[in-house]
């Protein structure tokens, strides 16, 4: 299915699910004005076709002693289909990695990593990044002051 076979009210079951994913199927009808059994129905196929991917908790960093950002720029020794298969998969297996992206330009990852402070970063960088041999170099950014982060997406 594609973005286009979405009718208003997907669109619109899609954006209160972002806002609060703990809505009953009752709630969300009354919202978008239809008894619950299409609500239901509408809902199993979202999330059968893969618009819903699934439904979590948005935890407090800072609460839980992880609110040191870092932003690590990771650059391979060398690019081949083998290197950087090994190097997704040890990154899959750090949980301290909670996002990382394969980009463009002077660098060949980005990876977010969530610690409790500087001194903790430091012992990652030499005790975990610091094993993965097809890493060539590395370049930390940290978060100062969190400015915008959005959860959904603008539908």
Known sequence: M?????DETDLKLLRLLQEDARLTTKQLAAR????TTPVF?????????G??????AILDAEKLNL????FC?????????????????VIRDIPQVTECYNISG?????????APDMKYYNEFIINVLGTVDSIGSIQSSFVM??????????L
């Open 67 to 70: 609110g040191f950002e870092v």
């Open 51 to 56: 618009y819903i991917q699934k439904y979590v």
């Open 145 to 154: 002051n969190e400015i915008k982060h959005t959860w959904g997406l603008n």
């Open 41 to 49: 129905e509408r809902l199993k196929r979202l999330e059968r076709d």
């Open 73 to 89: 720029s990771v650059k391979l020794k060398q690019m081949s289909r083998d290197v950087a298969m090994n190097f997704v998969q």
């Open 2 to 6: 594609n973005p286009s076979l979405l």
């Open 106 to 114: 002077e660098f060949d990852y980005l990876l977010k990593i969530h």
């Open 32 to 35: 978008v004005n239809l008894s």
